[in-house]
């Protein structure tokens, strides 16, 4: 005890040991700027484009594909802001989802601004689209198709194959953020026909401030930050060396035991939500059963609220995350809770765990007890609970 | 975020529970919104306020509100009751982070409310006591869902 119980690998990750260490020489030894043109630079430049093939690799892309940036956000805005403003000839028109992350869903209003127009899909209760829908949505302005590869709040996994096909068959450009997906589960560019995919290295244990955006050869898009002639003059600033050789050795770690990871993962969340719903009664899993990532877990407990849910657990170091109102700084919990369709009350009441791979038996255990313990003390204070209770009686009697 | 006054009311809330035949009992807010709160009163032959309990379905600063407002109103007459303003709920917690100012709003109104059904059970009028809403974020949030 008196350790922190870390379950919110999907707001962030800790670094792994060896990454902090493959980085730590790119700060004081080689430091040089990768364009200039002595032997300094040069060992940070190969080390840059090192890491550059290596993410190709794992996603069947070119090495000339892969572009570094600050992280999903920037990915997300360079994909969608510069296709529109490249392919203003062709169209006007963009299809997402209502689940799609801020990045995404905040860029998406900003474009409409701009004079775009947007399609939101639709989600099942799991948090599915539905491949008719977006096929009805399609028009001959639509120049970009933009759905998550999984969900970061309810983890759902959408089927982005199937969203692939549909686009290259419309001849449109198809771009997912694979922010939670990728380094979880296998992302093939080629099979899925991806000709934009955002993802970032700090949801697999690599360092904040670093991410890349991939571009197949021979999309359309121009430049989001303007400046020198870094990364094929498409994105400029001096590079982040230190985080891409992090994001480099994050990658290969997280590649190289990414199944039995899963594996691990999978049997200890089932773990987990078989717990929680054999145990507490009145709960909900959120997202689909099934076609989920394996770190994520997602409940909706009837009667609370899940700012106090969160407070509660942190006194017992137990770090979570929750789509209630108040931990969104709105009135309004969160968006893809209510798209899934839960009523405001029931998503008021969310919780989520996301696992990691340190995370223990031990630990699901500690707060599963913990979980149990606070959400009946809630209870006993609700007043939603105390008319739910009276009303069950008189049903009784 | 939270004032070590918020934060010792919200693990350690006090009068938390029911009274059985309560003298007036308010229940404000809407589960929309993510917090209601509803006090009891025990209030005396004299108005005096004899004890008060609450529920409350919320954030953490929504339990330590009405925690708080509670432990301001007991043993005061009614009228003394009716002058506690969210201001005093919140300087007795030490203050609160300006997202959750309508959580000390919502206190004042839930006095209010058990007060006006306190009113409305005896047939008596309080002075300066004005029905309650019902529901104090009806208009907030379209205000601010622009």
Redesign the interface.
């Known amino acids: 005890m008196g350790e922190i119980i870390y379950l919110d690998n999907a707001a962030t990750t800790r670094v792994r040991p060896e990454v902090v260490d493959a980085m730590i020489p790119y700060f004081t030894e080689d430091y040089g700027n990768p364009s200039a043109v002595y032997n300094l630079a040069s060992r940070s430049r190969s080390a840059v484009n090192g890491v550059r093939e290596q993410i190709a690799a794992t996603l069947e892309a070119k090495p000339e594909e892969i572009y570094f940036t600050a992280g999903g956000s920037e990915s997300d805005n360079w994909a969608l802001k510069a296709i529109f403003e490249a392919n203003k000839s062709k169209g006007n028109h963009i299809i997402t989802t209502k689940i799609e992350h801020h990045a995404i869903l905040h860029t998406c209003e900003y474009l409409e601004k701009q004079g775009c127009e947007v399609t939101y899909l639709n989600v099942d209760e799991n948090g599915r689209i539905n491949l008719e829908e977006l096929k009805r949505a399609i028009r001959p302005t639509t120049i970009l198709i933009s759905v998550m590869t999984a969900n970061n709040e309810i983890g759902t996994i959408e089927p982005i194959k199937k969203v692939g096909e549909i686009a290259k068959e419309h001849g449109i450009y198809f771009h997912t953020d694979a922010v939670q997906a990728y380094g979880q589960i296998p992302i093939s560019v080629e099979e899925c026909h991806i000709d934009l995919l955002s993802a970032s290295g700090h949801k697999l244990n690599g360092p904040k401030g670093i991410g890349f955006l991939y571009v197949r050869k021979g999309v359309k898009i121009g430049s989001f930050v303007h400046g020198g002639a870094q990364e094929r003059r498409r994105r400029a600033g001096t590079e982040n060396v230190p985080g891409i050789i992090g994001l480099g050795k994050a990658v290969e770690l997280g590649f190289a035991d990414m199944q039995e990871r899963s594996e691990r993962e999978t049997k200890l969340r089932d773990y987990l939500m078989e717990r929680i719903m054999a145990e507490v009664p009145y709960v909900r899993i959120n997202g689909d059963r099934t076609k989920r990532l394996p770190n994520n877990a997602n409940f909706s407990f009837q009667?609370?609220?899940g700012?106090?849910l969160l407070?509660?657990l942190d006194?017992k170091k137990i770090c979570a995350s929750s789509g209630?109102?108040?931990t969104s700084?709105?009135?309004?919990?969160s968006h893809v809770l209510l798209a899934i369709g839960l009523p405001?009350?029931i998503a008021?009441g969310s919780l989520r765990l996301t696992l990691g791979y340190e995370t223990t038996k031990e630990e699901i255990d500690t707060a599963v007890e913990a979980i149990k313990e606070i959400v009946q003390k809630l209870r006993?204070?609700?007043?939603?609970?105390?008319d739910f209770l009276k009303k069950h009686s008189e049903k009784e009697k | 975020m939270y004032s070590e006054k918020v934060m010792d009311h919200f693990q350690n809330p006090r009068n938390v529970g029911e009274i059985e035949n309560a003298s007036g009992v308010g229940t404000v807010g809407n589960a929309k919104c993510g917090d209601i709160m509803r006090i009891y009163l025990d209030i005396d032959e004299n108005q005096v306020i004899r004890d008060a309990k609450f529920k409350t379905f919320g954030c953490g600063a929504a339990v330590a509100t009405s925690s708080m407002a509670t432990e301001l109103i007991k043993g005061k007459t009614v009228q003394e009751a009716l002058q506690i303003t969210n201001k005093a709920v919140m300087e007795a917690l030490d203050g609160l982070p300006p997202v959750k100012v309508h959580c000390s709003l919502l206190a004042e109104e839930a006095i209010h409310a058990s007060l006006w059904d306190y009113a409305q059970k005896n047939h008596i009028t309080i002075e300066g006591l004005k029905e309650p809403k019902k529901d104090i974020h009806e208009g907030e949030e379209e205000e601010l869902s622009v």
């Open positions: 009667f609370i609220e700012e106090s407070i509660m006194m209630s109102a108040c700084g709105s009135l309004d919990p405001h009350e008021h006993d204070m609700s007043p939603l609970y105390e």
